[in-house]
């Protein structure tokens, strides 16, 4: 497999979690989003993912694009260990869960929405990520055991920590996320997600690095 990845995407982060985690060795593609205007924007790239965004898995003779779409089709091909639960309440609480992640916070405050918002990009990314915490902390009290949904690492966990990681680079106060901070705090203990750390990327800048 060939993942196109910035080392700092949040979208990109989840998909090398789930790769780490199912055990999935894969070369990596850097795709630069700031250098020469924006790799992504190049013509090569876009043969990859006409969108122009990160990230890109070629894997098993098909491109894909699309964090989740990428995810479930690992989920679906290699279930092992499994990122949605058996029980169907449970696997419905970790697709809205990352659901509101993905769809209801990441859009609003990344690369291409903060470049609009020229002087008030810092205010807008904080307002964007805490509306969508304060929801996501109290839907969290009621789902959460160890992780997001109950005691396993599910695709709610995958969303979860690359959003907390962009909060605090936005200096979100997460002090009225208790809930949020805790199982943040749990899933940076395990492997897979140190290993996939925007720290620990090959194209990580050497001032950033871990």
Known sequence: PILYSYFRS?????VRIALALKGI??????????????????AEFKAVNPMQQVPAL?????????????????????????????????????????DHIVSGI?????LSVLKQMGEKKM????????????????TLQHTAGRYSVGDEVSMAD????????????????MSPYP?????NKALLELEAFKVSHPSRQPDTPTELQA
């Open 179 to 183: 809930t949020i901070t805790r199982i």
């Open 25 to 42: 060795s894969y070369d990596l593609v850097p795709v630069n989003l700031l250098k020469d205007g924006g790799q992504q924007f190049s």
């Open 106 to 110: 990441q859009p609003l405050q990344n």
């Open 58 to 98: 070629k894997i098993d003779g098909i491109t894909l694009s699309q964090s989740l779409a990428i995810l479930h089709y690992l989920e679906d091909t290699r279930p092992n260990p499994r990122l949605l639960p058996q029980d169907p309440k449970k696997r419905a609480q970790v697709r809205m869960i990352a």
């Open 10 to 14: 949040s979208c990109s982060w989840r």
């Open 123 to 138: 205010e807008w990314a904080q307002n964007c990520i805490a509306s969508g915490f304060q929801a996501l902390e109290q």
């Open 158 to 173: 995958l969303c979860l920590v690359p959003q907390v990681f962009n909060a605090e680079r936005y200096k979100v106060d």
